[in-house]
Each structure stands twice: as C-alpha cells, then as structure tokens.
C-alpha cells in the first residue's frame, strides 16, 4: 500500500509539473511557409480560392475522401469534407483565403493564404495554420512538434502548387 501512495504521489507531482510547464508556453502555434511563383496571381488563385481545386496541389488531397458539401466551393460558408476534415471557407478575396479545418477527433485549426504580387512579376504565397491550445500539458507540450509535423507537408504542397502553376505538372 506504502509503495503505491509513493507512486501515486510522484505521478500526481510530475503531473503538477508538466502542467506548470505547458502554462508557460503559448496558447496557440503557427506554421508558416512561403514560396514563390512564376506565375500570375488569376492563375495561382483558380487553385488556391476554390477548395474543390486544392485536390491538385495539397499533399495527400489527391488520394483522400472528397466530398462538397455545399452548393459552391468558392464563396464564404462554403464547405467541403476532405479526408478526415471538414474545411469551411471563413472569407475569400483576390488576396487571400482564409479556412477552418475541423478535423475528426476534433482538432480545429486557422489556415490563411496570402498572394502577394513582387516587383518581378512572380506571386508570393504565405501559407500559415494555426491552433488554438488548450490548457492540458500533453497538449502544450506536443505543440512544440507541430512544425516538424506540419511543416514538410505544407513544403511539399506548395512546391506542387508551384508545378502546377507554372505548368511543369499536368494537373488533370
């Protein structure tokens, strides 16, 4: 009986411990990647503003489950199931697009893009998501991973994105 008091009392204080640490992290992560495209921005933003199209150009979207749940793929509110995700389009203009990804197990996230135009006539995507954290110490602590986790996947998109664009990659 002594022993498990014992065990329980250093579990309890590790627990203590990991949450004190996660309260010091941020109550969000952001992964950001950019890159640059030789192509006009109309042409970039035929993929980028119409999330059937993202089937092209995002990692793994091509083999997933895709399903349109609205009536439009393009106007706010509109909302698609993509994988394990449903995607809803929160706003979208000629410069950016902005969505929620509400994953299954409940993971919700921000996804922004922004097209900027640069002085040499190519386009610049910033691609970013972002999640919100709650206050559980596994949490916080993990967020440290997202990036790592993130990250590849969003280069590879994007350098598909670039492909496609630039007409190196047949897109259908």
């Not at 002594?2 to 996660?22: E, N, P, S």
């Not at 009536?71 to 509110?77: G, N, R």
Request: aromatic share 12%; proline share 2%.
């Amino acid at each position: 009986m002594r022993y498990i008091k014992i065990v329980f009392g250093g579990l309890l204080v590790l627990f203590i411990l990991l949450t004190l640490i996660g309260l010091l992290m941020p109550s969000s992560v952001t992964v950001f990647r950019s890159v640059e495209i030789n192509a006009p921005a109309d042409t970039i933003r035929y993929y980028t503003n119409n999330i059937a199209h993202w089937k092209y150009w995002i990692n793994g979207a091509d083999t997933a489950y895709f399903k349109q749940l609205t009536s439009s793929a393009t106007d706010k509110d509109s909302k698609i199931l993509l994988g394990s995700f449903t995607i809803t389009i929160i706003s979208v203009d000629t410069k950016h697009i902005t969505t929620f990804w509400e994953g299954s197990s409940g993971g919700k996230q921000l996804n922004n893009l922004e097209l900027r135009d640069n002085s040499n006539g190519n386009t610049v995507i910033n691609w970013s998501f972002q999640q919100k954290l709650k206050w559980y110490p596994w949490e916080r602590l993990s967020a440290m991973l997202h990036d790592k986790v993130f990250g590849p996947s969003m280069e590879v998109s994007l350098v598909k994105l670039k492909s496609v664009c630039e007409g190196t990659l047949n897109s259908d």
